[in-house]
């Protein structure tokens, strides 16, 4: 596709609930982020994918965030047992390179979670 | 680590006229990148401009400026001729030249709220 494509849009979530949030990033691009951005405030860093492998989920918030690359390309970012806290918007972002430092990022739409 | 600090939770400008968003930013690193981002309502982050900080001269795209004061670790974001279409979220970030496990993630300030009245 043309940019980082996100789905779906919007999320409700009974807490509790398990949820999957997908992510199309830009076709050949190497590296792939998951932000969180709580309302009011700028995105936090979540995690970081080179190809398919994740080298750092420093800032998953607990054990009940997990997300995968398995391929690649497509990602997902899972979230178990949701809570009132993890309502925020999901932030996508792919860049062509990797250790390329004049490399820019491309974001997605994001995901609003809203946990009820 | 880097932090990002924006002190303006809104800001508010007439169409046509000049502001300035500000922006301030603490770290050890001697090379790394200062962009800001636009984040209209539909969400989706808008690279506006790019400084390599081991760049002297301030970056310019159109009607957007910055002034880089490298020493003062301040980074300011100028919209000129401002219009309509300006409103929205400015985000203040920073990024490392040294590639990490996180790769080249960006540390975002809080953001501003710009407003754009007729």
């Known amino acids: 596709g043309a940019g980082v494509s996100q789905s779906p849009r919007y999320k409700v979530a009974k807490r509790g609930q398990d949820v999957a949030l997908r992510c199309d990033p830009i076709?050949?691009?190497?590296?792939l982020f998951w932000y969180q951005q709580a309302l009011g405030q700028g995105p936090e860093f979540l995690t970081y994918?080179?190809?398919?492998?994740?080298?750092?989920k420093s800032g998953l918030p607990s054990d009940r965030f997990f997300a995968e690359r398995p391929e690649g390309s497509v990602s997902t970012l899972k979230i178990q047992r949701t809570q009132q806290e993890d309502s925020a918007v999901y932030l996508c972002?792919?860049?062509?390179?990797?250790?390329?430092?004049?490399?820019?990022?491309?974001f997605g739409q994001g995901t609003r979670l809203t946990v009820v | 680590a880097q932090t990002v600090t924006q002190s303006q939770p809104e800001m508010s400008v007439q169409e046509a006229e000049t502001v300035t968003l500000s922006c301030t930013y603490d770290?050890?690193?001697?090379?790394?990148?200062l962009f800001w981002y636009k984040q209209p309502p539909s969400r989706q982050m808008i690279l506006v401009i790019r400084?390599?900080?081991?760049?002297?001269q301030n970056a310019t795209e159109n009607r957007f400026s910055v002034n880089f004061q490298k020493a003062a670790k301040s980074f300011s974001l100028k919209i000129s001729d401002s219009q309509l279409g300006d409103a929205a979220m400015y985000f203040c970030?920073?990024?490392?030249?040294?590639?990490?496990?996180?790769?080249?993630?960006?540390?975002f300030g809080k953001g501003t709220s710009l407003l754009v009245t007729p």
């Open positions: 970030a920073y990024r490392s030249m040294s590639f990490s496990n996180s790769g080249y993630a960006l540390n």
């Open positions: 076709s050949g691009h190497v590296s």
């Open positions: 400084q390599e900080a081991y760049k002297q």
């Open positions: 770290t050890s690193e001697s090379d790394y990148y």
């Open positions: 994918f080179q190809n398919e492998a994740q080298l750092d």
């Open positions: 972002a792919s860049s062509r390179g990797a250790r390329t430092e004049n490399t820019e990022a491309f």
